[in-house]
């Protein structure tokens, strides 16, 4: 077997490569030489669209073009007339998401899906390219550059949104023989660069400058960068094969194909050899110059992969590739190494021969390497039977190294199920182990989701332990579009039975596909099943079902949420504002936070909606509010004149108030503050002094009298009905805070004052004015006022007398202790105390 298998290899140098059939095609009837041919990377599909650049000779065929899709197996996906507008199909490629891009000879760019279908997504290179017409293009995983029919390159580069870049003007009188790319994440500059072939040299050309090299090499048939970007394969004029660096500073291979015709396609196999293939022929050149070609009968189409190429012909699809270490070392003929060693000791163990136990004692130091090396080489296998005996080999070696760690085996096995389970040509994804680990099980399994293949990338997800949450979902949303005719209950049925496999699966994402395909009942049917809030209330706004999202947003609790669907229903649905205000009304947590929100932000919406409720005495509360914001405005106290505002504001909140009978002290509270203002106002414009404005009718009063303005405080005291004591005290402490004795002693003997003399006293005293505070305090009549006055002066003889004749022992007792025990005020107590005949004080 080993000796068969080493057979089917080519050498070149110290490499071998191997050419293995992966599918016959199972297409009918398809000639590639009469066709322009895309296929996607890492096993991906086949576009296939007939050529109007060659004269073909139609068969039972149609006149007009069609373009046809088709797994890597030769499965038909789809097909469907070609009859877009914008003139001649130029090229078509496949984008690293699987998208088919077609570039027709205006400028624009149609794309399509696997199945496909048209997307809304084109675009086009603009005015200038449609007046200039599309002459070539390249297209790779993520954008295209087109060269026009005037020789001016254009660029997109990032597909999700894609916007021309014109790149610099080669300035060409003729088109260049050939031109190749840089993707971009290869470049310095991280822009797109472009080799145009030109005479004898090579442009390079990006969005700023173009570059000559002033080379003599050309001119140039062909040219191909490498898959690493380190590298550019040229075909020369005069038959030769050239490998040089990008920036063409050095010359790696320099092979003569003794060929005077230029390949039809130029393709690198991984990173160290080439192949070349003209009409009957296929050629591969190595790192140091060695070749080997391969004939064939019908047209073959290249597509290079990151470990090798894919052959396409009419009838086969294979595979050629360099091989592994792993596997020469296993297979190669008369190989001794360990691996090979243990893959024989297992034939010889099949065989019940004693030379297994022989083999295993002769490379047991090695055997972990051993073991590693048919696991590693399991891998590189697509024959299964092959897969499953070199994985024999390893478990048969690993029972004899128990350090060998259990995971690589049971990683490989799984591996290979998953490789297995797409390279059937039902499925037709012919990949490669290298091919998985580039492209990842997620982006795996997210092809096989846009191919429909919901079962097996299912099972791949659940055998490789990520998430099945994106396929469910997909499966869902294709199958509510499948299933137009099917009553909404039976596919709700149909669709939880299955979607309850994964507990978080969002429903929400399911039922917003089933509302844009007008199954409205089915979308809200399935939000039921959704258990995160945030994500029920978006959908169920967007499906105009505002009330059962306010009902979910308050039962989440999320405050968020909830000002969420009251600013939805309020901004954006048609319903009425009288509507809107039944709704928040009848529930009191959006109510709540509504009126949070409208005081602050929307005072006239808060009143319209207390208006609307038949609360006036809260509607009175937001023009309150209101006058009392207008207060804070600088502009307002900076102007008596300004006032006039809030003064009505004022009154209006009077009038909501004396609406309600329960509220007639603050509708008279309410009056009073405006007919106050009004006054203040009116003050502020007589003295000039903004200060009256906002205080008290006592502040106002006290003010008044401290600017000797006695006509206007009178007035305010009888406007306001304020009391004489009340008064009197104003009128004292203003009157001695302006130290105006005179007028303070005229006061005092208009009339027998109605708070008495103690509050002339105080004021004095707060005036440290004691001559004045004499005055007074011997008109107080009662003596125990005026033992503590003359305390508060610091007259201990006055103050022990007038104590005297309280006959009080706790009052003489206080003074002595504020007087001192010990000092001659203090004898003079206790002698009061004696001559009194009063109990002792200490």
Known sequence: MAVSMAAEWSE???????KQEMYTMCWQNVDLSRHKVACANFGGPIAIIRDDSKIV?????????????????GVLITSFLWDRPGGRLISLGWTADEVLLVLVQDGTVYRYNIHGELTDRKFTFGKEVWEQGVA???????????????????????????????????????????????????????????????????????????????????????????PNGTFVACFTHDGRLLVVSTDFSKTLVDFNTQS????????????????????DILMMVGPYGDSVKYPYDEPLFLIPECDGVRILSNTYMEFLERLSDA???????????????????????????????????????????????????????????????????????????????????????????????????????????QQLEVLTPPVLIARLISQHRHLLALRISEHLGLGQETVLIHWACSKIAAASDVPDGVLLDMLVEKLKVCPMISYAAVAANAHRKGRRKLAALLLDYEPRSSEQVPLLTSMGEEERALVKAIESGDTDLVYFTIFHIWHQSRKSTLEFFRI????????????????????????????????????????????????????????????????KLIE????????????????????????????????????????????????????????????????????????????????IFALAMTKNWDALEKFSKEKKPPVGYK??????????????????????????????????????????TAAAQTKESEILGRLKSTFGQNSPAGALFDSLRDRLSLPGVS
């Open 57 to 73: 000779q139609l068969r039972s065929e149609s006149a007009r073009a069609k373009l046809l899709i088709y797994t890597a197996s």
């Open 759 to 800: 509050p002339f006293v105080e004021a004095c005293i707060e005036e440290d004015e004691k001559d004045e505070a004499l005055k007074y305090i011997v008109k107080l009549s009662d003596p125990q006022e005026r033992a503590e006055s003359y305390e508060r002066l610091g007259m201990s003889a006055e103050a022990a």
């Open 652 to 731: 209006q909140a009077a009038d909501l108030y004396a609406q309600t009978k329960d509220y007639s002290f603050e509708a008279k509270a309410a009056e009073e503050h405006a007919k106050l203002l009004k006054v203040q106002q009116d003050l502020e414009a007589a003295t000039g002094q903004p200060i009256f404005v906002d205080s008290s009718v006592s502040d106002t009063i006290r003010t008044c009298i401290t600017l000797g303005n006695h006509r206007a405080a009178q007035r305010i005291r009888t406007d306001f009905k304020v009391s004489d004591k009340r008064f009197y005290w104003l009128k």
């Open 327 to 433: 596997t020469v070392s296993i297979f190669k003929i008369g190989s001794t190494t360990p691996a090979a060693m243990l893959y024989d000791a297992l034939d010889h163990f099949d065989k019940r021969s004693s030379k297994a136990d022989e083999n295993i004692r002769l490379i047991i130091s090695s055997l972990p390497e051993a073991v590693k090396a048919c696991i590693d080489a399991a891998g590189h296998e697509f024959d299964i039977s092959q897969q499953r005996t070199l994985m024999r080999a390893a478990a048969y070696g690993r029972a004899f190294c128990s350090q060998f760690p259990r995971n690589k085996f049971k990683d490989m096995c799984r591996t290979l199920r998953v490789l297995n389970a797409v390279r059937r040509f039902e499925i037709g994804i012919p990949l490669t182990i």
């Open 584 to 647: 928040i009304q009848s529930r009191p947590l959006a109510r709540d936070l509504f009126i949070v929100y409208a005081r602050v932000s929307e005072p006239e919406l808060l009143k319209k909606f207390y208006v609307s409720i038949g609360a006036p005495q809260c509607c009175a509360e937001v023009f309150l509010r209101e006058s009392w914001s207008c207060a804070q405005s600088i502009v307002v106290r900076q102007g008596s004149a300004l006032q006039g505002p809030r003064v």
């Open 12 to 18: 070149l140098y110290n490499r071998f490569y191997r």
């Open 136 to 226: 070539d293009c390249i297209i790779w995983g993520s954008g295209l550059v087109c060269l026009t029919e005037a020789n001016q390159l254009f660029a997109v580069t990032n597909l999700e949104d894609p916007q021309p870049i014109k790149l610099a003007d080669p300035h060409l009188e003729e088109p260049p023989h050939c031109m190749a790319i840089i993707d971009p994440q290869f470049t310095v500059s991280g822009n797109v660069e472009v080799l145009l072939a030109v005479g004898t040299t090579v442009l390079i050309v990006d969005a700023d400058a173009v570059q000559d090299h002033n080379l003599l090499i050309g001119p140039l048939q062909k040219m191909t960068v490498s």
């Open 260 to 279: 005077a015709l230029p390949p039809e396609q130029l393709v690198w196999c991984g990173l160290d050899s080439l192949l070349l293939y003209w009409e």
